[in-house]
């Protein structure tokens, strides 16, 4: 085993992965997810039992799954060659497929394939966004931006993308699907009428947009020159940074930026790499690294280094000449024959060369690269020869969630396609007692009292300055600071300063999703935590939201959305303040299946908490006993609150709901000021330290008075 910094080691209860429900990831910080109409409305899908196997999957191991059921109107996807990623949306459960087969080709339908699908990872089953243009019946316009468009005006992009290399993606703030055009004539046989209305679209556009809320495309004008697109470039969104990498011709680089709809060219600095169109690639958020590599056109000569890093933190190319080299010395691994995959349970580059068009059979495998270390592992893994030796195009994608990489593999344009699986390592687990390593990943400076505890799922004291990668999160939340001296707890180390700026209502988000990060959702959990609220709190012109306890899956149980028992629940933290008090009272702020109104119950700790004093808060949750189907669950659900280890509130008769799949899906610090309307007038403070959560109580962490 590679050696491994503390930060990357996982509970054992990770490795005992859950066998129950799979569901989705967390939205976006700070922008819960609307509800969804058209093709992926409902999602994400109930797991099926499959989950449970790819769940089991031991190190090195391959699951062949079979053929996904068919979408009931428009059947199966059909494969398509020299498309490598299949781009995931986590939220969703389930990954996109866009891009053409064999040049010009019409599907038995009549629908020209410029089709987009969606694989629902937990149904296993084919979803079609949308079929393809219609040859027959194709009839658009140039609509008032100058893109070919339906006559109710969205556009559509036809035969846009002659293949899809690497140039899909997907924006898991916005949850839209985006791509960037290879357009290429090969329709024209097949859709002539095109010459009746066609133009070159506008040089100042975005990419293409699915927009999975509504179902429909999207592209948009930037008021800035665009970059040139063609076959073999790469698309790559970078959550962390909320825009979108585009590299053209292996040699311009491009960012197309997210909230302002511009891109914007960059003058990379160092040697451009010595490959060209049509490279394999991944997106390290750990190091904010984009590997690529084994690129045509022309492929690197031998006996040079054909896997290069693009630094976003510099902007800047690197050769780093690791140790060893993959593919058994070889320099071409493109999109045709090859996946790479960041692993980020493992911290892992995986180089998966599943065919072998136009190559050496000889080089399947998958090839592992260390970061950590720059080298490649000696040994290749196996393919099974059943995968590498169909010789068929493959597509695929890496699943946080399962830690797995799964494999679509068809006979080009051709819908006789099965899913494979494969996992590399389950998540790492260290030798050592739970108080010297957090089982989330942050390093685990516990007190006396819990420390041995085998039941401490996460600490976070806020001395490490990556605090946020032990909650899953891919970059320091909005609007946190890390300070220390007088303004921390107790005077020492480090405590996060949490900002509401003025006339805005967030202060924070992040989440700690269970299934994310220890394999499976309890139904009974502790969170505890230090809050100080600033003097300039007298400033908050209403209430608000705090740290705690949800389960609202993207559905029900926050922002003005009820709940009914089957669709999501919440206890929130609740703070309640008077505008100019030096008081401020605290709580749940509770969505739950007995609520009568369209927001949730305030449900206040006594007594009120003192502006500029630190305090210790533990929050307890426990849901109720589900009812049998298509009852009522039972009103025993238990919701408790300490403030300084004192008892300060205490209901034992909620009814959170009636099915068991709603579980304690995560805990959720969010920092909201008011509801709908209220702002601050000027600058409001709170401070956080010493979080923990634990699946029994675990006690205050005093801090002395007065700081």
Not at 188 to 199: S, V
Not at 512 to 519: I, K, T
């Amino acid at each position: 085993m590679h050696n491994r910094r503390p930060g990357q080691f996982l509970s054992a209860v990770a490795v005992l992965f859950c066998l129950g429900q799979f569901n989705a990831a967390p939205a976006a910080a700070g922008r819960p997810p609307s509800p969804r109409h058209g093709p992926l409305a409902g999602l994400p899908s109930p797991p099926g039992a499959h989950i449970g196997t790819i769940m089991a999957l031991r190190d090195n191991a391959w699951l062949e799954l079979g053929a996904p059921a068919a979408d009931p109107k428009w059947g199966r996807a059909s494969g398509r060659a020299w498309t490598a990623k299949m781009p995931l949306a986590p939220e969703l459960r389930g990954a996109f497929l866009f891009g053409e087969g064999v040049h010009g080709y019409t599907k038995p339908d009549d629908h020209y394939m410029d089709d987009l699908w969606f694989y629902d990872i937990n149904g296993h089953r084919w979803i079609c966004c949308y079929p393809g243009a219609d040859t027959k019946a194709l009839d658009l316009k140039i609509n008032a931006e100058g893109f070919e468009a339906a006559k109710d005006g969205e556009p559509i992009p036809v035969a846009t993308m002659a293949h899809g290399y690497e140039m899909t993606t997907f924006d898991p703030d916005l949850n839209r699907f985006m791509s960037m055009p290879n357009p290429h004539g090969y329709d024209r046989k097949a859709l002539p009428q095109r010459e009746r209305w066609w133009q070159a679209p506008p040089r100042d556009a975005s990419p293409w947009l699915f927009e999975t809320a509504t179902g429909k495309w999207n592209r948009l004008r930037t008021g800035t020159p665009a970059p040139s697109s063609s076959f073999g470039d790469t698309l790559i969104y970078l959550q962390a940074r909320q825009r979108a990498f585009f590299l053209h011709r292996n040699s311009d680089v491009w960012f197309y930026e997210i909230s302002a709809n511009k891109w914007q060219q960059v003058d990379a600095r160092g040697p451009r790499p010595p490959f060209g169109i049509d490279a394999t690639s991944c997106y390290d958020s750990r190091r904010e690294r984009i590997y690529i590599g084994g690129g045509s056109y022309p492929v690197t000569p031998a006996g040079c280094n054909a896997f290069w890093i693009y630094d976003l933190k510099t902007d800047s190319w690197i050769d780093p000449q690791p140790k060893g080299s993959p593919c058994k010395g070889s320099t071409s691994f493109p999109t045709k024959n090859a996946l790479m995959l960041y692993d980020t349970v493992n911290d892992v580059v995986l180089l998966v060369v599943h065919s072998w068009f136009d190559s050496d059979k000889g080089k399947l495998g998958v090839y592992v690269y260390d970061p950590d270390t720059n080298s490649w592992a000696a040994e290749a893994l196996a393919v099974p020869d059943k995968l590498g030796g169909n010789n068929k195009p493959k597509n695929g994608f890496y699943d946080p969630a399962s830690n797995a990489v799964m494999i679509h593999t068809a006979g080009d344009s051709q819908d006789d396609g099965v899913i494979w699986v494969f996992r590399y390592k389950r998540a790492a687990v260290r030798a050592t007692r739970p108080a010297e390593v957090s089982p989330s990943g942050s390093a685990a400076r516990l007190e006396p009292g819990p420390a041995g505890r085998s039941d401490i799922l996460l600490c976070c004291d806020f001395e490490d300055d990556d605090w946020w990668r032990a909650w899953g999160s891919t970059k320091q939340p909005m609007n946190t600071t890390l300070v220390d001296g007088q303004a921390a707890c107790g005077g020492k180390g480090r405590s996060l300063r949490v900002t509401i700026p003025r006339a805005e209502h967030m202060g924070t988000t992040l989440a700690y999703r269970f299934r994310e990060r220890v394999g499976e959702e309890p139904e009974e959990i502790v969170f505890r935590y230090n809050l100080k609220f600033d003097p300039d709190w007298m400033q908050a012109t209403s209430g608000g939201k705090l740290p705690g306890i949800s389960g609202t899956y993207g559905r029900a149980g926050w922002g003005g959305r009820p709940v009914h028992g089957s669709d999501g629940w919440s206890a929130r933290g609740l703070f309640v303040s008077k505008n100019g008090g030096d008081s401020t009272a605290i709580g749940f702020y509770c969505y739950h299946a007995d609520m009568r109104g369209k927001y949730g119950d305030d449900m206040a700790f006594k007594p009120p908490l003192q502006h500029g004093k630190w305090y210790g808060v533990e929050l307890y949750c426990k849901l109720n006993t589900p009812g049998r189907p298509g009852e009522r669950g039972k009103n025993d659900g238990i919701l408790r609150g300490w403030i300084d280890g004192a008892p300060a509130f205490e209901k034992t008769n909620i009814r959170f709901r009636d099915v068991d799949t709603l579980k304690i899906e995560d805990v959720w610090v969010n920092v909201y000021h008011g509801g709908a309307t209220q702002v601050p007038r000027k600058d409001i403070h709170l401070y956080l330290d010493n979080m923990m959560i634990a699946r029994k109580p675990v006690g205050p962490r005093m801090a002395p008075s007065g700081h």
